[in-house]
């Protein structure tokens, strides 16, 4: 079974920069046309930041941005801010099925 | 402005069926050519695809929930459901359902217990 695997947890610092990264246990090359990436802050509903791998939705800061790495798929946020602390999903299309990553649990300190 | 609303028991028997609806608002299910879709997430842990469904009426289920899991058009044009048998404790969580994934209604708990 295909598991989509991501970085446990991240920190990085106020005003910085930090990449999150999504891979497919198998190694296969993710596809940009089914890749999404979604913000979940605690007691919240996940909210779509990015699809197709590198187009923001209308509602994402121009801080976030993404992309596709050597066969993963990545999460650029540049200039962090505080309110970025939240625990981020990738979501990709693969074998038929939709796939959630584990998730990043991403803290600003 | 289009919203979302899941809809259903917040507790459920071990061995029953869990069923949700989820309610669209602000707009019409028929419109355009959106699949409307359901993700869980048990209590810490991370986001489970469950299935989808098109106006067309095809679905397409996670292969680890597809002989449970049934989700169909609701009686009014504006609503689609869940049905989720056999039941246990692994099933309990928030239930959500989404617009293909930018637009999610606000989730709501499930609990499986006698």
């Known amino acids: 079974q295909t598991v989509v695997t991501q970085e446990p947890s991240l920190t990085v610092s106020p005003g910085g920069t930090v990449t999150l990264t999504c891979a497919s246990s198998?190694?296969?090359?993710?596809?940009?046309?089914?890749l999404n990436w979604l913000q979940q802050k605690p007691g919240q509903a996940p909210r779509a930041l990015i699809y197709?791998?590198?187009n923001r939705h209308s509602w994402t800061p121009a801080r976030f941005s993404g992309s596709l790495l050597g066969g993963k798929a990545a999460l650029t946020l540049s200039g962090v801010q505080p309110e970025d602390e939240a625990d981020y999903y990738c979501?990709?299309?693969?074998?038929?099925?939709?796939?959630f990553g584990g998730g990043t649990k991403l803290t600003v300190l | 402005q289009v919203q979302l609303q899941e809809s259903g028991p917040a507790l459920v028997t071990p061995s029953q069926t869990l069923s949700l609806t989820c309610t669209v608002s602000?707009?019409?299910?028929?419109?355009?050519?959106?699949?409307w879709t359901w993700v869980r997430q048990p209590a810490g842990k991370g986001l489970e695809w469950i299935g989808l469904?098109?106006?067309?009426?095809?679905?397409n289920y996670n292969p680890s929930l597809r002989s449970r899991v049934t989700i169909s058009l609701g009686a009014s044009k504006n609503q689609f459901s869940l049905n989720l048998s056999s039941v246990t404790a692994a099933d309990a969580a928030v239930y959500y359902c989404?617009?293909?994934?930018?637009?999610w209604g606000q989730g709501t708990l499930v609990t499986v217990s006698s």
């Open positions: 197709s791998a590198s």
């Open positions: 198998t190694g296969a090359v993710i596809s940009g046309d089914y």
């Open positions: 979501l990709l299309y693969y074998g038929g099925s939709w796939l």
């Open positions: 469904i098109y106006i067309s009426g095809y679905t």
């Open positions: 989404a617009r293909e994934w930018g637009l």
């Open positions: 602000g707009g019409s299910i028929n419109s355009d050519n959106y699949y």
